[in-house]
């Protein structure tokens, strides 16, 4: 199968040079399964190493640089994947289009203390396709985003997998923005018994509030502006939580019902684990909109009661 991001296979293994700041780097790309099994290798006997992956779709910006350095505070060695993952969209989605620059991801990777960027192609990771075997996300799976986005998270678990089948990393960061995907793969390590901690960490904002995401390129300035609506409404429905669940819910709402460039989704207030939202207690209050053609989410802890 060919896609966009099959052109970043084929480089060999590169010693990528000097950093931006002129200091030297050991970041090293591997493009082939070979190539990274031969650094992991070298790497973990040199130095007995604690790994850490952040797996990416690349297009990295401040939020993945988060992630890096929350991994290299916790390991020896950081391995960072860039692979569009076709498994994840669905046909009427953005892959074709998705922001591909894996010479700005390496060096965004370089300037965060990346030991390793694994940047394979679609053949590599997936040499049969459709691949016979996948993970089946249950039930959570089809709720929130997997109710537009059937298949999402069945792709999200399958690619994560191997990930973690080729890189065997102790520990592994995703940003708590994709929060249902971070609780999925809480449940993918632990109903698997893959011996790896799963971390989420925490979302890094614009100065308006608005989520890092890849997608913001997307937005028009108009666009950009209703798009603070999200955050907004979140932090209007968290001051709600001593008023209870019905509050939150309702404040958030009156947010986004004033601006008529945000099209809902949904707005829902959750148990920390998804489940049902308690009365009173740690809950998560999550919305999904599309604004102009961008379909945007957001999520924040709320404390309730
Ligand atoms: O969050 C993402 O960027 C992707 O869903 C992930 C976890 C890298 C899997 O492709």
């Known amino acids: 199968m060919t896609t966009p991001d099959s052109r970043a296979a084929g480089a060999g293994q590169h010693h990528l040079g000097a950093t931006a700041n002129g200091k030297r780097s050991s970041l090293r790309l591997a493009t082939s399964r070979a190539e990274l099994s031969a650094l992991l290798l070298r790497s973990r006997t040199a130095q007995n190493a604690r790994v850490a992956l952040v797996p990416t779709m690349g297009a990295l910006h401040r939020g993945h640089a988060a992630l890096l350095d929350e991994a290299r505070n916790r390991s020896d060695l950081v391995v960072a994947s860039i692979f569009v993952n076709p498994m994840q969209f669905g046909p009427a989605e953005d892959l074709a289009i998705y922001p591909r620059d894996l010479a700005a ?3 965004l990777c370089r300037d965060h203390g990346v030991d390793v960027v694994f940047a394979p192609s679609v053949d590599a990771l997936y040499p049969a396709w459709p691949p016979a075997v996948t993970v089946d996300p ?9 109710v537009t986005r059937p298949g999402h998270f069945k792709g999200v678990l399958t ?8 890189i065997d990393p102790d520990v592994a960061l995703f940003g708590e923005k994709d929060y249902q995907q971070l609780v999925l793969l809480q449940h993918l390590v ?3 018994c893959l011996p790896v901690e799963v971390v989420g960490v925490e979302t890094v904002r614009e100065p308006d509030g608005l989520a890092l995401s890849s997608r913001n390129r997307y937005l028009s300035d108009a666009e950009r502006v209703s798009a603070s609506a999200l955050s907004r409404a979140l932090v209007a429905g968290q001051a709600a939580g001593p008023r209870g669940p019905r509050a939150v819910v309702a404040a958030a709402e009156t947010v986004l019902a004033a601006d008529p460039g945000v099209a809902v989704d949904y707005l829902t207030l959750r148990a920390a684990d998804l489940s049902d939202a308690p009365s009173s207690g740690d809950a998560r209050l999550l919305v999904a909109a599309t604004v102009g053609t961008t379909r945007l989410i957001d999520n924040v802890a709320v404390s309730v009661g």
């Open 190 to 192: 632990k109903e698997l």
């Open 105 to 107: 991801d390496t060096a």
């Open 159 to 166: 690619v994560v997998a191997k990930l973690f089948g080729l």
């Open 138 to 146: 249950g039930e959570l799976g089809g709720i929130l985003e997997g």
